[in-house]
């Protein structure tokens, strides 16, 4: 069974720092792309970066680009995302998810998502 568990959200203040994880299994992680995608309160879903399965090759939208860093270890089965300088505006539930093929989208599979909500 393929399982996402994204962790390490929480409350944090303009311009502070935050670093999500997301420990997959149940599937071969090494051999797949993964993706960041989020949902703001009352908003659609918005997809924020995409990493392919070795590591070497990310994608980011332009709200996040140079602020949020993707990255992966797959001997930990783990997909991280870094947040700096982070914004009202990034106040979201974030998820990891699982392209079917290549980058994504379609995602086949996701996590249950982690609160993310920047605030003074």
């Known amino acids: 069974e393929v399982q996402l568990v994204e962790s390490g959200g929480g409350l944090v203040r303009p311009g502070g720092s935050l670093r999500l994880s997301c420990a997959a299994s149940?599937?071969?992680?090494?051999?797949?792309?993964m993706s960041w995608v989020r949902q703001a309160p009352g908003k659609g879903l918005e997809w924020v970066s995409a990493?392919?399965?070795?590591?070497?090759?990310?994608s980011y939208a332009s709200s996040v680009k140079g602020r949020f860093t993707i990255s992966r270890d797959n001997a930990k089965n783990t997909l991280y995302l870094q947040m700096n300088r982070v914004k009202p505006e990034d106040t979201a539930v974030y998820y990891c998810?699982?392209?079917?093929?290549?980058?994504?989208?379609?995602?086949?599979?996701w996590g249950q998502g982690t609160q993310v909500t920047v605030s003074s």
């Open positions: 998810a699982k392209p079917g093929t290549g980058l994504g989208p379609p995602y086949d599979y």
């Open positions: 149940g599937f071969t992680f090494s051999s797949y792309a």
């Open positions: 990493l392919n399965s070795g590591g070497g090759s990310t």
